[in-house]
């Protein structure tokens, strides 16, 4: 069965420096991994995606994320966290019947970024 | 913004009744999803339609249908509702314009209804 891990329910963060978001998964074959940013009240947003290729991915607002093989691991990642990045953050893997696309998510990871 | 709109934004019900949730997939998506948020299950996985058809299931209760119009909008139909049912009902839509190309597209999500059932 596939299923995405995010260990840390919340990561705490200053402003300025790197932070990173968590994330493992459990999937047969090659894995297609998505992150996805929810502001409160608000929908789910894409960041980025890992299909195949250059294992670091470049997303939006500066994100990116690092798809490691032997680790089974898809951490997203930012140089510089701003306050404004404060917000619950989802991994996702794509589900493997052929022909459907739903996301399997994990629990979701609160990134607090204090000024 | 996504281009996905869902409606109403939020629905505040009894328990036993049944609601429609609305969904506009963006523009040239023929695919639409729906997930719901909870506390305690998280985000999961309910239905997926593609250009009219039904293509997967998820947990979804027998109480709640799905369809998808010719327009490509869907509805969420939910019945018989429980204080459970409460939560975050998300749509999402993606390209899906090939068969071979679905798993690689992204899906794009719309605001959600949040259903409070008393």
């Known amino acids: 069965a596939q299923s995405v891990a995010q260990p840390e329910d919340q990561v705490n963060v200053a402003e300025g420096n790197p932070l990173t978001v968590k994330c493992t998964y459990s999937?047969?074959?090659?894995?297609?991994l998505f992150w996805y940013v929810q502001y409160p009240n608000r929908g789910l947003q894409f960041l980025l995606k890992y299909i195949t290729g250059d294992n670091l991915v470049k997303g939006s607002y500066g994100f990116e994320a690092e798809f490691n093989k032997s680790q089974t691991s898809f951490h997203l990642k930012k140089p510089s966290a701003l306050v404004s990045d404060s917000a619950l953050y989802f991994c996702a893997v794509r589900g493997l019947l052929r022909n459907t696309g739903k996301l399997i998510f994990g629990q979701g990871t609160t990134l607090q970024v204090k000024p | 913004d996504s281009g996905v709109t869902q409606t109403p934004k939020h629905l505040i019900t009894a328990t036993g009744q049944r609601v429609t949730l609305r969904c506009s997939p963006r523009?040239?998506?023929?695919?639409v999803y729906w997930y719901q948020q909870s506390l305690d299950q998280g985000l999961q996985f309910l239905i997926q339609?593609?250009?009219?058809?039904?293509?997967a299931k998820g947990n979804i209760l027998e109480r709640f249908s799905a369809q998808q119009f010719p327009d490509l909008h869907s509805e969420l139909n939910l019945s018989s509702l429980e204080l459970g049912d409460s939560a975050l009902y998300f749509c999402?839509?993606?390209?899906?314009?090939?068969?071979?190309?679905?798993?690689?597209?992204?899906?794009?999500f719309g605001p959600g209804t949040r259903l409070t059932v008393l």
């Open positions: 999937v047969s074959g090659n894995p297609y």
């Open positions: 523009s040239g998506d023929l695919s």
């Open positions: 339609y593609y250009n009219g058809e039904e293509r």
């Open positions: 999402a839509s993606s390209v899906a314009g090939s068969l071979g190309g679905v798993r690689a597209d992204t899906q794009y």
